[in-house]
């Protein structure tokens, strides 16, 4: 009796982990699935002294068929890690004349928003998103304007209720652009 007892236990402890396991890869299976890839950076362009914000769907920049995943996730067929994509920032004269011709200056860059459609996140689902970019200086006046790479990843989500509420969304970036380190939500 008590040895069935025990095998019973350990049987149902066996299901419940092959359950568990089933479970959280169908929890991933959906991902987030961009439509097509960006060709050509996208060029932002900053006045004087001035904070530009663009806004960038993450189906614009992710290939086709593609998913994003967390990074503690097992890749799969068609999964990334990262959404990475490169800007091009042009830092230009307002008017007459220009006090910024010739001037370097670090870019700062922010997410100040993510939205699905025109509904925002809610905070705790945004902090599921990183920003990465690369430490990118611009020179003001300067036609060819300066690169700069970001990077979007994304953490594990606690549950599978916040999980449901951005999976396979449409999901858009608001990202900040400014000089001299001095950002604007």
Do not use: C
């Amino acid at each position: 009796m008590k040895k069935r007892k025990i095998s019973l236990v350990a049987a149902l402890a066996a299901a419940a982990m092959v359950t568990t396991s089933m479970t959280a890869y169908a929890f991933w299976n959906a991902g987030y699935n961009g439509a097509n890839a960006a060709a050509d950076p996208a060029v932002v362009e900053i006045g004087e002294g001035e904070v530009v914000n663009t806004t960038l769907a993450l189906s614009e920049v992710l290939s086709s068929g593609s998913d994003l995943v967390p990074t503690s996730v097992a890749l799969q067929t068609g999964q990334v890690h990262e959404v990475e994509f490169a800007v091009n920032v042009k830092w230009t004269s307002v008017g007459n004349g220009s006090l910024i011709s010739g001037v370097e200056a670090p870019l700062a860059i922010a997410l100040s928003d993510i939205k699905i459609g025109n509904d925002p996140l809610e905070n705790a689902d945004k902090e599921l998103f990183n920003l990465a970019y690369s430490e990118t200086t611009v020179v003001g006046d300067n036609a060819a304007g300066s690169a700069a790479t970001i990077t979007i990843t994304m953490e594990e989500p606690v549950d599978e209720e916040q999980y449901g509420r951005v999976a396979g969304k449409d999901l858009a970036f608001t990202f900040t652009f400014s000089v001299d380190g001095t950002t604007q939500d």
